[in-house]
């Protein structure tokens, strides 16, 4: 997959690194069980630091998206967020604040709904 | 309004300090042309830095929900998120990585909309 890194973007590398290895694999470019490359030679690749490659692995790893196995490699190992799991508890915190910010701007409901309808159906190519 | 801290919180004191600053907002507590405390008495009552103090408020002044006047204060003033606007454009920036995250975690379009649905009404206090 091609992985494209912007450093004007509001988003640091390890986190835009984050979004696109998610972004291939919501686009079915990585599947479960695929072997991520080494954290050196995607470094190399992005001409980044490795310790911004491991970073991104780990917090991946941490949101039940990969699994890192030592001496062997990164694999697609996917969690499913089911509600009341720790992982749809983390979404639950990253979700609010961006609700309240919306909402704070005078966003209804029916704006906000809008709005992440609209975001789903991108990453679904719809 | 009462504000309330938590070392142990995901998030670094000054987000804690611009949610619930937002929150007070969104309950009426704070309303449009409000006097916010002054950062150096916001410090002293939370315990906090004052440079602490003064990102939360350069940042909620950014995100177009107070206005600071030099010399005098910090008074909310609220711009509205509308489509387009620099605050809209920043929102759907904010959202983007939370709902990639759901999607990758398998939550489908329902499961999302349930729970942006839940979370705005648990701010509405419906």
Redesign the interface.
């Known amino acids: 997959m091609y992985i494209k890194l912007d450093p004007q973007s509001?988003?640091p590398i390890y986190?835009q690194l984050?979004?696109q290895l998610?972004?291939g694999?919501?686009k079915g470019e990585l599947k479960e069980g695929d072997m991520l490359p080494s954290v050196r030679s995607l470094a190399a690749d992005l001409g980044i630091n490795m310790h911004t490659v491991n970073k991104s692995y780990h917090e991946l790893e941490k949101?039940?998206?990969i699994q890192i196995i030592p001496k062997s490699g990164a694999i697609v190992r996917?969690?499913?967020?089911n509600t009341g799991s720790e992982?749809?508890e983390r979404?639950?915190?990253?979700?609010?604040?961006?609700?309240?910010?919306?909402?704070?701007?005078?966003?209804g409901?029916a704006e906000?709904?809008g709005?992440?309808?609209l975001?789903?159906n991108e990453?679904?190519g719809e």
């Open positions: 509001d988003f986190s984050i979004h998610m972004e694999i919501l949101r039940g998206i996917l969690q499913h967020a992982h749809y979404l639950v915190r990253e979700m609010k604040p961006v609700l309240l910010e919306a909402m704070t701007l005078g966003m409901k906000i709904n709005l992440v309808e975001l789903i990453y679904k």
